[in-house]
Every structure is written in C-alpha cells, then in structure tokens.
C-alpha cells in the first residue's frame, strides 16, 4: 500500500510542477505585437535612450518622432541630430533614410505599448504621445512673452498676433535676439517658427504653461 502511494506521487508532481510553471510563462507573457506601418504611424517620445559612444542616457528624453503615413518623418530635435527625410519598414527593421539616400536600419518591436528600437550604438524606447491635455488650446493662447523653465538663459520667445515672433538668449556672454515667423496648427497641436526652423508638438497646456515634444516648458512673463 505505501509502495503504490509513493508510485502515485511520483506520477503527479511532475505534472503539478509543469501546471505551476504554465502559470508562470502565462503571467510573465508580454504583449508583443508585430512591427508594421499601420501601427507605428504616429507620434512617439523617446523616455528612455542611451548611447554607447558618448555613454549618456538622457540627452534624447523628451523628444518626439512623427512617422507620418505618407512616408515621411520628422522630429522636434535639431536637423543635426537626426536628419532622416522618411521611413519603411523592411525585414522587421524600420529603414530610415537620409537626404544623401543612406539608410539606417533600426531592429525594432512594439511590446506593451512601447517601441524598442537598437542601433550599433545605442538604444531607445518609445511611448505614443498623448495629447489630450492640450487638444482645445488655439493659436490666440500663444500670444505673448513666453520664458524658458530654465530661466532667460535657456531662452524667451515673444509670439505676436500678428504672426511675427522674436527668439532672445544669452550665450557665451552674449544676448542673442532673432526674429520670424509662428504659427499654431490646432489638428497636429503643432507650433513652428522661422526662427532656426524650431517645431514643438505641444503636449501639454496649462493656462501659464506649455511642454512641446522636446521636453522644454515655457512660461507666460506677466
């Protein structure tokens, strides 16, 4: 009798351990979906990045890249950053193209609503920008002297209602002061000027305050 009782224990707990370790891969499971245009067309900001080369993992956080559906890209950083002109998807990878017609290619995937890309020399992660906060804001909320969160050092931009904008910093012991032109387009929640091309896709909207997609804010001089 005890001889068959052991045999039994024996039959079952491989299979109790195997349960157990279904359960396991079930909660630890991910969802990852497959890399396609229809669902990477859209706004993405960078929260995490790091690049091997100069060791850094925060100088891209807070900037926003647009894969738009007609096949062209854009960014809220500087064109000396990236300067990509448009995108596709190919072997899993996503083929950025320069003007020069070179390509990099990404190795990238969308898991838990995040976008992972890698390159020889660093890595990134994405999150889809939302813009609910600021969806309401038209181009009349602009309209005035608007200071750096960093302070006058970082940059003021005066927006006149006339369209015309002035940019002033100071830099290297040096004021700096440049004029253009603005506009705010509600529907992408957009805000560029002629001045050095700046772009911010506004994020956020509060009634002294505004984040654009470089992750900069800037507030309302009374």
Not at 83 to 100: A, E, F
Not at 111 to 126: M, Q
Not at 129 to 140: A, C, F, G, M, Y
Request: aromatic share 14%; glycine share 10%.
């Amino acid at each position: 009798m005890r001889k068959n009782l052991y045999l039994i224990l024996l039959a079952v707990l491989p299979m109790c351990f195997a349960a157990c370790g279904s359960d396991d891969e079930e909660e630890n499971e991910s969802d990852t979906i497959g890399l396609t245009t229809s669902n990477l067309i859209g706004d993405w900001i960078i929260i995490k990045s790091y690049n091997t080369i100069t060791e850094r993992g925060d100088q891209d956080v807070g900037i926003i890249w647009s894969f738009n559906s007609d096949g062209s890209w854009k960014s809220t950083a500087p064109t000396w950053r990236w300067d990509y002109v448009s995108w596709s998807i190919m072997d899993g990878k996503i083929q950025m193209k320069r003007p020069n017609g070179n390509v990099e290619a990404y190795t990238a995937e969308i898991k838990d609503g995040l976008l992972y890309t890698r390159l020889d020399h660093g890595s990134k992660v994405f999150e889809r920008v939302q813009l609910s906060e600021s969806n309401n804001i038209t181009s009349d909320y602009f309209v005035g002297t608007w200071e750096a969160s960093g302070g006058s050092a970082y940059g003021t931009w005066i927006f006149n209602s006339d369209g015309s904008c002035n940019f002033s910093h100071y830099s290297a012991g040096k004021n700096y002061s440049t004029d253009g032109k603005w506009t705010y387009t509600p529907s992408t929640q957009t805000l560029s000027t002629t001045v050095t091309n700046w772009e911010w896709k506004i994020t956020k909207a509060t009634t002294d305050e505004w984040t654009g997609g470089n992750g900069q804010s800037y507030k309302r001089v009374k």
